[in-house]
């Protein structure tokens, strides 16, 4: 229990060196042809329907195909890169996404990480508590995109009856430029607060007890134990928790079809979204696969980024 | 070592063994903390209670101006809806269901059957590049969806596949593996190789000591894990809107997303149909839910 945290990554110190060769057979040879027969066709498959569409997209990003029109593909070099980055509606998308990424990781954090601080000093019906604030993140995006859509509806929907009765002014919550992006991220938020919560009641609860009764011998304030004691013990996971939900939202699609199509306008149309109107609206697959070639750049830095805290969180 | 949500509630509270004198006014305290996340936990699943109230609403009352949150006539016709076709038979919605089930069951079996052993493979050798390796198939998984959507739409164009099950399944299965095999070779880390060791010693081959000492230990494991891509699966949304179009073949998710285009939408039926596709996840959740962390962090975080 007094080790705060292990993970899964590597264990270099696991490879079969001790065993004495079986009698007529080199053991090392079949490891090795072990390997290959056990990892190879995960890898191919992965080869097959990761790496290749993606070099096929790469191969398209710098044509003006269009899967619509057909017809053979020009090579047009880096035409679609330069009309990407140097695009104000891009630039505007990019905005959106960047709003709506922070906004909804930042509320995410706090909620998450206040929730499981809160959970985490109760005795009783803590696992009944858990249990219950975890639902929201097993729906799918598809049902929480729906039913949201419903509460916020400016006519029938709940919310704004809630309003109603309090005396409040009705919202048009998703056909309002202003407030729809606000919903998105609510909405988002309202679903991926639990995944917070949960990772950073890992954390809190992994706080070894004696560095509190440490700290409370030495009568130590509450808040400069929670400042010197639980956050920086419970920063790192919380980091890469922070870090993995970015990259989820940073690649959100589905909420975002759902809730509002992109409008009202073009207010909360993020970059995935826009991919998805120059692919298969606009029909323009070259510009497209340059587009989303780009957005893989940004979410492999960001993967990188995370696996080198959960490799340093491996290592503390 | 697997602390878990369960155990987690069992260890007690963290900050116990606070002395008397510093308890000071810690009574309100802790009644306002009672009361701040009772108002949370309100808040949080009163989406969930209104879907599944209203899925049993009648549809006066779905519409109601003010809303109706007690009294209101309880109606089954909307579950009926989900399962039958007005005119009698099946509804197109009961058929999503079925093809949820097919891509998602045979795309988790065929994830857990590749990726198995590549965990094990990966916990258990010297694999060259192993951690290059690793970083590569878990940023597979992290690819945004649309992206690889348009030149898999294209493939599948070329080859046949766009709008069969067969396409989906593969898709699935494509991204169940990287997650199978970051959960996975957690579970594997935690089986010492001394068992296989043992059992090699004992004139067993690696593949003998592997399939009969090593297996039957992560059969916990296994499910669990299977479990999780079986949600993924059964959740998953843009690949099955963009290569699937027809009733007969289209999952659940992008069928009830379908019950919204009309210009009227009949919420009573989007909301049992949420409920029944939303049933099976939380059931499968609540049996896994020792595993959530690693879970929900695709098998990167373990504790």
Redesign the interface.
């Known amino acids: 229990?007094s080790d705060p945290?292990?993970?899964?990554?590597?264990?270099?110190g696991?490879?079969?060196s001790?065993?004495?060769p079986?009698p007529g057979?080199s053991?090392r040879l079949?490891?090795?042809w072990?390997?290959v027969?056990?990892?190879s066709?995960?890898?191919l498959?992965?080869l097959?329907?990761?790496?290749?569409?993606?070099l096929?997209?790469l191969y398209?990003s710098f044509t003006d195909y269009s899967?619509t029109r057909g017809g053979p593909a020009h090579f047009v070099g880096f035409e679609n890169y330069t009309a990407i980055l140097t695009s104000a509606q891009v630039h505007q998308r990019a905005l959106t996404t960047l709003i709506y990424v922070v906004g909804a990781v930042t509320l995410q954090t706090v909620?998450g990480f206040a929730?499981a601080y809160?959970?985490?000093?109760?005795?009783h019906g803590?696992?009944l508590?858990?249990?219950?604030?975890?639902?929201?993140?097993?729906?799918?995006?598809?049902?929480?995109?729906?039913?949201?859509?419903?509460?916020l509806d400016a006519?029938?929907g709940?919310i704004n009856?809630?309003l109603?009765?309090l005396g409040l002014e009705q919202v048009e919550w998703l056909t309002r430029q202003r407030t729809a992006l606000i919903s998105l991220i609510v909405v988002d938020t309202?679903q991926w607060?639990?995944?917070i919560m949960?990772?950073a009641?890992?954390g809190?609860?992994?706080?070894p007890?004696y560095l509190?009764?440490a700290a409370?011998i030495d009568?130590a304030s509450e808040w400069f134990r929670f400042r010197t004691i639980t956050l920086p013990l419970v920063w790192p996971?919380l980091l890469?928790?922070v870090l993995?939900r970015a990259?989820e939202a940073?690649?959100l699609?589905?909420l975002v079809?759902?809730l509002t199509s992109g409008g009202p306008g073009v207010s909360t149309e993020t970059l995935?979204?826009h991919?998805?109107k120059v692919?298969?609206l606009g029909f323009n697959?070259g510009t497209?696969?340059a587009?989303?070639?780009l957005?893989?750049l940004v979410?492999?830095v960001?993967?990188?980024l995370?696996?080198r805290y959960?490799n340093k969180?491996k290592e503390d | 070592m697997a602390v878990s949500v369960g155990e987690a509630v069992s260890t007690g509270p963290v900050r116990d063994h606070t002395p008397p004198a510093r308890r000071f006014g810690g009574r309100g305290r802790s009644v306002l903390e009672v009361a701040l996340l009772a108002v949370l936990a309100v808040v949080m699943l009163f989406p969930v209670l209104w879907m599944i109230e209203t899925s049993i609403k009648e549809n006066r009352d779905v519409y109601a101006i003010p809303a109706k949150f007690f009294d209101f006539k309880v109606t089954m016709d909307h579950f009926k809806d989900v399962f039958f076709a007005s005119g009698g038979g099946r509804s197109a919605l009961s058929v999503s269901f079925l093809n949820s089930v097919v891509v998602a069951g045979v795309s988790t079996v065929l994830a857990t059957v590749l990726g198995v052993p590549a965990a094990w493979a990966y916990s258990r050798f010297a694999v060259k590049a192993k951690k290059d390796q690793l970083f590569f198939i878990l940023s597979t998984r992290f690819m945004p969806p649309v992206v690889v959507v348009i030149p898999i739409f294209l493939m599948y164009r070329q080859v046949g596949l766009i709008d069969t099950k067969l396409g989906l399944i593969l898709i699935y299965t494509a991204f169940n593996v990287p997650f199978t095999i970051w959960m996975m070779k957690g579970f594997v880390d935690e089986v010492p190789a001394e068992y296989e060791d043992a059992a090699m010693l004992d004139g067993y081959t690696r593949l003998q000591a592997f399939w009969r000492f090593t297996l039957p230990l992560l059969l916990p494991g296994i499910a669990a894990t299977a479990v999780f891509a079986l949600i993924f699966s059964w959740n998953e949304f843009v690949f099955a809107i963009f290569l699937t179009s027809s009733d007969t073949v289209r999952t659940a998710p992008p069928a009830i997303a379908g019950l919204i285009g009309g210009t009227t939408v009949d919420w009573g039926l989007v909301a049992a149909a949420s409920v029944v596709f939303a049933l099976p996840v939380l059931v499968f959740a609540y049996l896994v839910r020792k595993h959530l962390v690693a879970g929900v962090t695709l098998g990167a975080v373990r504790r």
Request: aromatic residues 16%.
């Open positions: 229990m945290v292990s993970l899964t990554t590597e264990h270099p696991q490879v079969a001790a065993t004495p079986a057979r053991s079949s490891d090795r072990l390997t027969a056990f990892t066709p995960a890898l498959l992965l097959a329907m990761s790496v290749f569409p993606l096929w997209a398209l899967a909620l929730i809160l959970i985490s000093r109760r005795t803590r696992g508590l858990t249990t219950l604030f975890l639902v929201p993140m097993m729906l799918s995006p598809v049902v929480v995109g729906l039913f949201w859509r419903f509460m006519q029938f709940v009856s809630m109603g009765s309202w607060t639990p995944f949960l990772i009641l890992a809190l609860t992994a706080v007890k509190y009764e409370a009568r996971l890469i928790a993995f990259i940073f690649r699609f589905d079809y759902i995935s979204f991919v998805y692919a298969f697959t497209a696969s587009y989303g070639i957005m893989v979410v492999l960001l993967t990188q995370y696996l959960l969180l």
